[in-house]
């Protein structure tokens, strides 16, 4: 990783114009033979643009990019490829209902007699190469995240690309898959390609890259070899403050509630995509669900709000036995639910800003009684000034606000319902430092104020930042509850992984 | 989600074609199985009108496959469904088997069903002329005679044994000719056409494009409603808005003539025996008759729906008919001349 | 002027900008083609009424069924991004039920007809609600759904009346169909006005709009909003059958007969036509009603301006698909983003000569 090491991409002084907005202004970026290179900023910072300039999605509108020491024109998507650099997206963009062998030729297939055997057999040997877990003719959609993930990535290898751009590809994925997939980015490494990987995830950026490039506002703020930039630098230079928040904001107080103070009590409930679990929370709380993905936490969760279907179980809420079988049941009880995939079960993507934050109230209100547009519209603008949404206008559509300010306004909607229990489920995924933060103290500020909220995290740092109290899940059963002492990263992990138990309280 | 498509798409055709058979098994009134129930005298009810069982007595009954229009389109097809259905009556010894539809290829495939079933008569209108090369060879390969009724179907005559027709193109003489001989000073004709290309529409378009032709009637519109009551009134009212002038409305059914009285009613346009405007119809409705009786329209025509009476006797009879076109008998009613008799004689429907 | 121009261009009407300047295109082509083109008379009709007369009357009075049809067409294709192709059998089979009610009494009086209206419209509902229950609990495509029933519909109207075509005479279903003594105005156009307002306040009144769009969107985060769905979806098809019941009606009273081979024929097409040149996206999602209004005005303006310029009305289907296939074109998303980036150019590009200049 020395500084005199061949470069492989060279982009200088990139610019690109969006109507009213400068989305890059004279970035460079510099990518060397072999090297896992991050690339960081908060929301907005221009990291997608860069990256879709430099795969020809995007035109830029000055600089020059040069591959090899040669000059190019990227001008599609097709361009970019030709000349060695693919990308593999955040969301799969192969087709599941194919076979992995199919997914890695389509589109590139010379001729029209498509030879499976052929393929199969092409297929089979890359996957073998790479030690990706997964056999040519399987259906893709068989496969779990990872290995789909793995499957893009062999078919971009295989294209012979010399830089790969990962863009959060570990977003869905669980601890032991993102070690795989790391072993994977370092075997090409080993073999020459540079590797540009995008990621919300600080812990992993130190954990496989050699060197990162920080953009903030759509400037470049610097490139640093990662040895050489501690984390806290790095949160410091991507939101361009210094840390004085970050620090002052460490660890919950322990806290002590009486039996008689639960809010709501769940015994043996169960849903279709849940086992039986006890689970119980008092007023003011905040808890945690913990484990890998695919533990059952967030099943877990989605049965207390009765998203699944029920099957079985006893709810009490404030001591009274009540039923729970339909989200409009927990909603009518209290209870808000900000669900884990904002895309697929939060927003209303074509529907204003105004209309997404009153959706939920709208609903608890019935059909009968529409909530004004002048009341709705005051709604909107408290919420938007109180959560600091940064939208054009309320009558915005929530699709084309960014990540973190469509979480806020998914937000917004469960604190208008005014909820006794809020269920935060990965509200911080996928969005920049800033907007964690500014969430974790909303969360702490609502249990100052009475309301219990359960918030589940994929990151521990934050939740042993917020909660008081983690309920541990693996393999979809509660396999331990820490507090007090107890909350500390080892533990957790230990937890996690089993072994000795840590269920004594 | 592609392979979810298609087999959704495959479900629906599926869905499709059932509720298609359900609707048609439904809506004829097919007896199939009253051959089986025949033998113990259980008669199904609507064969009152002979005396019973000679033909069940006798054993074999002949059978009889109809390939029909429903009798939902029309009170014509009303009329002749009902006419049909009481000649080929198992009372009369026949095992009468239908098919209903307004489309070709259904009627094909069903006449084509009729002769795989082993009919030994089949009896064909048409939906339309053409395409029935094939089925009819193949029928006589089987064996099976074939009668056309109402429509003519351009194939060989050598197909058919004969067809009982209307003449349309007599039905459009008479009427045209009807209108001939009320002598107006000028005729400014507003015609509408039915389904173009149907027997019905070019028979009794034919007499009236001579008209034209010849310079003696003035077109100010010819246009195509087929069928359509509504779309009859929208190209009355288009002519009215232009503002040219017309003094006779030639309908090809009722319905359509119907619609354009209901534009010129709008207009305040009078209509009928001492209007300004005269309106001819077809098929003789009872509704329709009743409009000539109140002296509101001039002239209705119409075309005998009843042939199965005639297709029955030369089946009885054996013979050869003398002619492969055997017309017959039209009838056209003046509002100045028609009774209530002839409506309850002639009218069809209610 | 010429900014108020641009600012249509831009989306000054939104949703509704395709089917405006569809309507304007027409207006400006039929008058210069023959200017008295749209010419409103008085006239006195057959019944000794003052009525107004001409093709703009023509037009909003023809277009009356297919509106109320397109109103209901457009929620249901927001609720559940597909649409209902049985509406035109349906309708034969709520008019065919309007029409038995009337003939089953020994006299039509105003009290059998809102009888017959009540009963035909229950009967609607009932297929509606059949449709809806295909769509929403068994989640079967509308199109797929609705194709039994628009396979079937026409044959059940028929049993209904049994006759082929079924006269009903007198002054009162006159009055629905054409004029009612002492308005000028034909009553079909006062009903779709009707049925617009009543849209309007249930609107109003209700979350119906919110709740439909919401479905449409994302029928996933709409559950987990407490929104049901399913009945969401189910009361579309059950409003869109009130409409069916309403535009037979219209089509029943027009002629005084009933035909359910002919009734309507066709009309599935066009509703959603009108719904598509609303500028409504047939995927589903938000909706505007009055779009899809407009759309029904502007294929009946296109109908009878080929009637008048004497087009065979065997070609006016083809040259209906012509001017149809221009408006979708022209409303398509590429389209549009094409036409975006195309203004904002032109905008960098008179900015740049401005400063230039300065």
């Not at chain 1, 090297?35 to 830029?60: D, F």
């Not at chain 1, 509630?257 to 929370?281: C, G, M, R, T, W």
């Not at chain 2, 058919?160 to 007599?170: G, L, T």
């Not at chain 2, 709008?266 to 098929?283: C, Y």
Request: charged share 20%.
């Amino acid at each position: 990783m020395q500084e005199q090491e061949h470069s492989l991409l060279e982009m200088r002084h990139i610019n690109k114009l969006f109507p009213g907005v400068k989305a890059l202004s004279n970035v460079d970026f510099t990518l060397r033979k072999g090297e896992v290179h991050a690339l960081m900023g908060e929301n907005g910072a221009g990291k997608s643009t860069l990256i879709k300039v430099l795969t020809g999605v995007y035109q830029n509108d000055g600089g020059e990019i040069s591959v090899d020491g040669v000059k190019i024109n990227i001008r599609s998507p097709q361009d970019a490829q030709n000349n060695g650099i693919s990308t593999v997206y955040q969301e799969i963009t192969l087709c599941p209902n194919l076979t992995v062998a199919e997914n890695m030729f389509i589109g590139r297939v010379d001729s029209f007699l498509v030879r499976h055997k052929d393929y199969e057999k092409r297929a089979d040997k890359i996957l073998g190469e790479l030690g990706i877990p997964a056999r040519s003719t399987q259906i893709l959609g068989s496969c779990s995240l990872a290995v789909q993930q793995m499957v893009a990535i062999a078919r971009a290898v295989d294209m012979k690309c010399k830089v790969l751009i990962l863009d959060e590809p570990t977003s869905s994925l669980d601890d032991k898959e993102v070690n795989v997939l790391f072993d994977l980015m370092r075997d090409l490494k080993g073999r020459g390609v540079g590797i540009i990987f995008v990621t919300h995830f600080l812990e992993q950026v130190y954990e496989i890259c050699d060197r990162i490039t920080v953009l903030r506002n759509g400037e470049l703020v610097g490139e640093y070899l990662t040895e050489e930039l501690p984390q806290v630098q790095l949160v410091a230079k991507m939101i361009g403050k210094d840390l004085d928040e970050l620090s002052s904001f460490d660890g919950v107080e322990e806290k002590h509630f009486d039996d008689s103070d639960i809010f709501y009590e769940a015994s043996s409930l169960s849903s279709s995509d849940a086992l039986p679990f006890d689970f119980a929370i008092h007023k003011g709380e905040v808890n945690g669900f913990t484990g890998l993905l695919g533990s059952g936490r967030s099943e877990s969760v989605r049965a207390i709000f009765g998203a699944d279907k029920i099957n079985g179980g006893t709810v009490k809420i404030k001591g009274e036995p009540v039923k729970i079988n339909k989200p409009i049941d927990a909603m009518k009880h209290g209870i808000g639910y900000l669900a884990e995939d904002r895309k697929r079960d939060g927003i209303i993507a074509d529907l204003s800003v105004r209309e997404n934050i009153i959706l939920a109230l709208q609903v608890m209100k019935g059909f009968f009684r529409p909530i004004s547009r002048s009341e709705a519209e005051s709604f909107a603008d408290e919420y938007i000034k109180v959560l600091n949404i940064k939208t054009a206008s309320r009558e915005t559509p929530i699709g084309s606000l960014s990540g973190g300010n469509q979480q806020k306004v998914i937000l917004a909607r469960w604190l208008l319902t005014h909820p006794d229990y809020l269920i935060l489920d990965e509200p911080t995924r996928g969005i920049d430092v800033g907007t964690k933060l500014e969430i974790q103290k909303l969360v702490l500020k609502l249990a100052e104020d009475g309301v219990s909220v359960t918030f589940i995290s994929s990151e521990i740092e934050e939740m042993l930042r917020t909660c008081s109290r983690l309920i541990v899940m693996r393999d979809r059963h509660v396999v331990g509850e820490l507090r007090g002492a107890d909350l500390n990263q080892t533990q957790v992990m230990k937890t996690i992984a089993g072994g000795e138990a840590a269920n004594e309280k | 989600m592609r392979k979810r498509l298609v087999s959704m798409i495959m479900a629906g055709t599926l869905a499709m074609s059932l509720a298609l058979t359900g609707c048609t098994s439904g809506g004829g009134t097919t007896t199939p199985d009253a051959g089986s129930t025949g033998d113990t005298g259980a008669q199904t009810g609507d064969t009152g009108e002979t005396t019973e069982a000679p033909a069940a007595a006798s054993g074999e009954l002949i059978k009889v496959g109809v390939v029909n229009n429903p009798p939902s389109e029309s009170g014509y097809r009303e009329a002749n469904v009902k006419d049909m259905e009481a000649v080929f009556s198992e009372a009369n010894g026949y095992e009468l088997k239908t098919s209903y539809s307004l489309k070709n290829d259904e009627q094909l495939q069903a006449a084509q069903g009729f002769i795989t079933e082993g009919v030994d008569y089949l009896l064909i209108s048409a939906a339309e002329t053409t395409g029935w090369d094939e089925v009819l060879k193949k029928a006589q390969e089987a064996g099976i005679k074939v009668y056309l009724f109402d429509r003519m179907i351009d194939v060989d005559e050598s197909l058919y044994e004969a067809a009982v027709v209307s003449d349309m193109a007599a039905e459009g003489d008479t009427a045209v000719q009807w209108l001939l001989d009320q002598n107006l000073d000028e005729y400014n004709v507003i015609h509408i056409q039915g389904a173009m290309g149907s027997d019905a529409q070019i028979g009794r378009t034919g007499a009236l494009d001579e008209q034209f032709a010849s310079g003696k009637m003035n077109k100010v519109v010819q246009q195509t409603a087929t069928w359509d009551e509504a779309e009859a009134k929208k190209i009355v009212e288009s002519v009215i808005n232009s503002g040219e002038s017309f003094n006779v409305i030639y309908a090809e059914n009722d319905g359509m003539a119907k619609g354009a009285v209901a534009a010129l009613d709008e207009a305040g346009i009078t209509h009928g025996v001492g209007g300004d405007v005269i309106v001819m119809g077809f098929d003789c409705n009872k509704w329709a008759l009743r409009e000539l009786l109140d002296q509101k329209w001039n002239y209705d025509g119409q075309c005998s729906p009843f042939q199965a009476q005639i297709i029955s006797d030369l089946i009885k009879s054996g013979d050869a008919p003398s002619s492969k076109k055997i017309i017959n008998e039209e009838k056209g009613f003046d509002a100045t001349t028609i009774t209530q008799a002839d409506i309850d004689t002639y009218g069809l429907g209610e | 002027m010429k900014n108020k121009i641009t600012n249509i261009f831009k989306g000054g009407f939104g949703q509704l900008t395709i089917p405006i300047v569809a309507i304007c295109m027409l207006v400006v082509f039929n008058l210069f083609r023959d200017p008295s083109f749209f010419s409103v008379g008085i006239t006195h009709n057959n019944d000794g009424n003052i009525v107004l007369a001409g093709n703009l009357i023509s037009i909003i009075n023809a277009a009356s069924e297919l509106a109320v049809l397109a109103m209901g067409m457009t929620l249901v294709t927001a609720a559940c991004a597909g649409q209902d192709i049985s509406v035109g059998a349906a309708a034969a089979i709520a008019g065919s039920a309007f029409v038995k009610v009337l003939k089953s009494g020994p006299e039509i009086t105003g009290f059998s007809v809102i009888l017959a209206f009540v009963i035909a419209c229950c009967v609607a509902m009932i297929f509606g609600a059949f449709n809806g229950t295909l769509v929403s609990v068994f989640n079967i495509q509308p199109m797929i759904a609705t194709l039994i029933l628009f396979t079937c519909g026409r044959s059940i109207a028929y049993w209904i009346n049994g006759g082929a075509s079924v006269p009903v005479d007198s002054p009162i279903i006159k009055a629905i169909g054409s004029f009612i003594p002492g308005i000028p105005v034909p009553t079909p156009v006062l009903i779709v006005i009707l049925v617009a307002i009543i849209f309007k306040l249930v609107f109003h009144f209700t979350s119906l709009e919110l709740f439909t769009q919401s479905v449409g969107i994302n029928g996933n985060a709409s559950r987990l909003n407490g929104i049901n769905a399913t009945f969401i979806r189910l009361l579309t098809f059950i409003i869109l059958g009130v409409c069916v019941a309403v535009a037979g009606i219209i089509g029943v009273s027009r002629l005084g007969l009933i035909n359910h081979e002919t009734l309507l024929l066709d009309v599935e097409m066009d509703a959603i036509l009108a719904v598509a040149i609303g500028g409504n996206n047939l995927g589903g999602g938000k909706f505007k009603i009055s779009g899809s209004i407009i759309g029904a005005y502007v294929i009946h303006m296109l109908t009878v301006t080929l009637y008048a310029m004497k087009v065979p009305s065997t070609d006016v289907k083809a040259y209906k698909a012509i001017v149809i296939v221009i408006l979708v074109v022209i409303g398509s998303p590429v389209i549009k983003s094409k036409f975006t980036k195309f203004m904002t150019q032109m905008k960098n590009r008179k900015q740049a000569v401005s400063m230039k200049g300065t």
